[in-house]
């Protein structure tokens, strides 16, 4: 006698099977759904959590470049800007000759221009450079080395043509530098460091009370730094003429391959 399959017959045993396998398809749809759900959900703070930290993220790198201003590169060059009007003081109190006052204008003399060998390679050196640096720098500069110069042609121990020739050109070249800055960076030449230096050096000689022989020297050492400063001033303004040049020639190129 032939068997006939469970499943295949119409009992109840086999429509107790067929319940039972949709429950667990219909349960396993349910669980798959629930899962789905989870995910998008924990997807979704993700992206909150992460949007989040990205705007802390910015708020913090924010933060740290308003703080960044007042790096050791900054405070050095304050500290030149603040050494300007005391040097003046010092430079002329007591009518300007008593050599005891003379060697206290040379040392804030002294301190300013070493300041400004440190705080541009400190900014460079540890990425440390700003738009304060950028601006504050050069001005410190020049209001340091100006003060001196003009002090010692007030007080008659300079010439004037020797202060007008060295600050004539430092703000000459400033302006150079700003008029052809869309064309390019004019970059410090080796020639244009030896020329600071030797003004540094020939400028606190004159501070000091100097007699004899170390006067004459004084004389020559000024007079080379006037030699570089007129030297230097003129290769500054030769790489102006070609980098503007290049300038204009590479913008014309432009637009011409733009036109064809």
Do not use: C
């Given at each position: 006698m032939t068997g006939v399959p469970a499943s295949a017959a119409g009992g109840p045993s086999g429509a107790k099977g067929t319940a039972a396998?949709?429950?667990?398809?219909?349960?396993?749809?349910?669980?798959?759904?629930?899962?789905?759900?989870?995910?998008?959900?924990?997807?979704?703070?993700?992206?909150?959590?992460?949007?989040k930290a990205a705007r802390g993220g910015k708020l913090t790198a924010a933060a740290v470049n308003q703080a960044?201003?007042?790096?050791?590169?900054n405070l050095l060059t304050m500290l030149r800007?603040?050494?300007?009007?005391?040097?003046?003081?010092?430079?002329?109190?007591?009518?300007g000759y008593d050599p005891a006052w003379r060697s206290f204008?040379?040392?804030?003399?002294?301190?300013?221009?070493?300041?400004?060998?440190?705080?541009?390679?400190?900014?460079r050196a540890y990425d440390l450079v700003t738009d304060f640096g950028k601006i504050?720098?050069?001005?410190?500069?020049?209001?340091?080395?100006?003060?001196?110069l003009i002090c010692l042609s007030a007080l008659g121990d300079l010439p004037w043509w020797v202060t007008a020739v060295i600050l004539g050109r430092e703000l000459g070249i400033t302006l150079l530098r700003f008029l052809v800055i869309r064309y390019g960076v004019i970059p410090a030449s080796r020639g244009g460091k030896l020329k600071t230096l030797t003004q540094g050096v020939a400028v606190?000689?004159?501070?000091?009370?100097?007699?004899?022989?170390?006067a004459t020297l004084r004389f020559w050492v000024m007079a080379a730094a006037v030699i570089l400063t007129v030297a230097t001033g003129l290769d500054y303004v030769r790489q102006a003429i070609v980098l503007r040049r290049q300038g204009i020639a590479e913008r014309k190129a432009a637009l011409e391959e733009t036109e064809a």
């Open positions: 396998k949709g429950a667990a398809v219909a349960a396993s749809t349910g669980g798959a759904r629930a899962s789905v759900d989870q995910a998008s959900g924990a997807s979704a703070v993700g992206e909150q959590e992460s949007g960044s201003v007042w790096n050791v590169a800007l603040v050494l300007v009007p005391g040097f003046v003081a010092l430079m002329l109190a007591d009518g204008a040379w040392a804030a003399f002294a301190i300013a221009m070493i300041t400004d060998l440190f705080d541009g390679h400190l900014a504050a720098d050069p001005i410190a500069d020049k209001a340091i080395m100006g003060a001196a606190g000689m004159y501070v000091l009370a100097l007699t004899g022989w170390l």
